[in-house]
């Protein structure tokens, strides 16, 4: 089955650039989207199109994606911003979607 | 604003079924979006479990699609998973969501449920 390739876990210090990467085949024709998810609440989208940032989400929040790797950028971690992160996408057939294993955060 | 609603048996038995009810408040259930659901395993990440459109058309994992049925009840405003054949492997959060199709190019969740969570055990 198809599968999207995650970091277990990412550390930084507070101000520092967090790069939380998502690797899979179909993400060179798909788009990939990225949930935060604090303490098993709902998720939250962060990032829809790739790159594209929701109304409300900061603007330390970017996203890229070249290629079949996509990867999620926080300028700047906040402590706030520690939480499990996933990516999302469709494979290439379309028909199924699958999230990436979740990446821990840690800012401290 | 949409909001979800999960609601079912916070247990189950072993080779049991497992059956969930997700209603959609603020608005009908109109034909640009589909509907799905996603668990989470105490500890684990997020899985994609299936969905279902307007129409009744549903996709679902490979790793559940001989056990998982999904349904949308318009009258009702509201989406059903059964899961048959439960194992203490099936006990999660099981989250639904509202669903829009991006193009050809993805499909993403924009309004999720609290979440319900369901133990399977005797």
């Known amino acids: 089955s198809y599968e999207l390739t995650q970091p277990p876990s990412v550390s930084v210090s507070p101000g520092q650039t967090a790069r939380i990467t998502c690797s899979g085949d179909?993400?060179?024709?798909?788009?990939t989207y990225w949930y935060q998810q604090k303490s098993a609440q709902a998720p939250v989208l962060v990032i829809f199109?790739?790159?594209e940032r929701p109304s409300g989400i900061p603007e330390r929040f970017s996203g890229s994606s070249s290629g079949t790797l996509a990867t999620l950028t926080i300028s700047g971690a906040q402590v706030e911003d520690e939480a499990d992160y996933y990516c999302?996408?469709?494979?290439?057939?379309?028909?199924?979607?699958?999230f990436g294993g979740g990446t821990k955060l840690t800012v401290l | 604003q949409v909001q979800l609603q999960e609601s079912g048996p916070g247990l189950v038995k072993p080779s049991g079924t497992l059956s969930l009810t997700c209603a959609v408040a603020?608005?009908?259930?109109?034909?640009?979006?589909?509907w799905g659901w996603v668990r989470q395993p105490p500890g684990k990440g997020l899985e994609w479990i299936g969905e279902?459109?307007?129409?009744?058309?549903?996709k679902y994992s490979p790793s559940l699609e001989s056990r998982v049925t999904i349904s949308i009840d318009r009258s009702k405003n509201q989406i059903s998973l059964i899961l048959t054949s439960v194992t203490a492997a099936d006990t999660a959060v099981y989250f639904c969501?509202?669903?829009?199709?991006?193009?050809?190019?993805?499909?993403?969740?924009?309004?999720w449920g609290r979440g319900t969570t369901v133990t399977v055990s005797s």
């Open positions: 969501a509202r669903e829009r199709r991006d193009g050809q190019l993805g499909f993403y969740m924009d309004v």
């Open positions: 603020g608005g009908p259930m109109s034909s640009s979006y589909w």
């Open positions: 279902i459109y307007f129409s009744g058309s549903t």
């Open positions: 179909s993400l060179a024709e798909k788009y």
């Open positions: 199109e790739d790159s």
């Open positions: 999302y996408s469709t494979d290439t057939t379309g028909l199924r979607r699958v």
